[in-house]
């Protein structure tokens, strides 16, 4: 099931993505680190209702936060649609027990079926660039890979930004 993540969440969310953080660094992506994600940048995500997680027998096996906010990093990208009426997808996670048995499918049918109901434009997100399952896992999907970003915080390689125009 998916649904809304509520405050009662936040242990869960962040013990996930710290699972998530360790077991990529292990696989040599340093994607996330002590900087990000944050857990007061999930209870930001709860508060906003842009946070949702997926639950199976009453364990959270993933998160995905859905935003119509544009970051600032984003401006200078040229994308393939206006800069309005776009859906943003950050911190999808799954937890690394669960990886490779689709739920990351299953939360971006979510987020894409959200996307076309409400009639957006596109679906918009970065994904590392270190990280090739991710960016393969994206343009298996549709998603055009358009430019790079940076966030010096967590890594001096970039961020490759994609769009899926629906």
Same mark, same amino acid.
């Given at each position: 099931?998916?649904?809304?993540?509520?405050?009662? !969440? +936040?242990?869960?969310?962040?013990?996930?993505?710290?699972?998530?953080?360790?077991?990529?660094? =292990?696989?040599?992506?340093?994607? /996330?680190? *002590?900087?990000?994600?944050?857990?007061?940048?999930? #209870?930001? !995500?709860? @508060?906003?209702?842009?946070?949702?997680? +997926?639950?199976?027998?009453?364990?959270?096996?993933?998160?995905?936060?859905?935003?119509?906010?544009?970051?600032? #990093?984003?401006?200078?990208?040229? /994308?393939? @649609? #206006?800069?309005? &009426?776009?859906?943003?997808?950050?911190?999808?996670?799954?937890?690394? !027990?669960?990886?490779?048995?689709?739920?990351?499918?299953?939360?971006? &049918?979510?987020?894409?079926?959200?996307?076309? =109901?409400?009639?957006?434009?596109?679906?918009?997100?970065?994904?590392?660039?270190? &990280?090739?399952?991710?960016?393969?896992?994206?343009?298996?999907?549709?998603?055009?890979?358009?430019?790079?970003?940076?966030?010096?915080?967590?890594? *001096?390689?970039?961020?490759?930004?994609?769009?899926?125009?629906?």
């Amino acid at each position: 099931m998916i649904r809304k993540a509520l405050l009662s !969440d +936040l242990d869960s969310i962040h013990q996930l993505t710290l699972a998530c953080a360790k077991a990529m660094i =292990s696989q040599g992506i340093y994607q /996330w680190n *002590e900087h990000y994600p944050t857990r007061s940048r999930f #209870e930001k !995500d709860i @508060t906003q209702q842009e946070l949702y997680v +997926l639950e199976e027998d009453s364990i959270l096996k993933g998160i995905i936060v859905l935003t119509e906010l544009m970051d600032d #990093e984003y401006i200078p990208i040229k /994308w393939l @649609t #206006e800069n309005k &009426n776009n859906l943003y997808i950050h911190r999808l996670a799954i937890h690394p !027990d669960y990886w490779g048995k689709g739920y990351a499918q299953q939360l971006m &049918n979510f987020a894409e079926s959200h996307a076309t =109901s409400n009639k957006y434009s596109s679906v918009r997100l970065d994904t590392f660039s270190q &990280n090739k399952r991710n960016q393969k896992f994206y343009k298996t999907r549709g998603y055009q890979q358009l430019g790079d970003i940076y966030f010096p915080k967590q890594s *001096e390689y970039p961020f490759y930004c994609f769009e899926l125009v629906l």
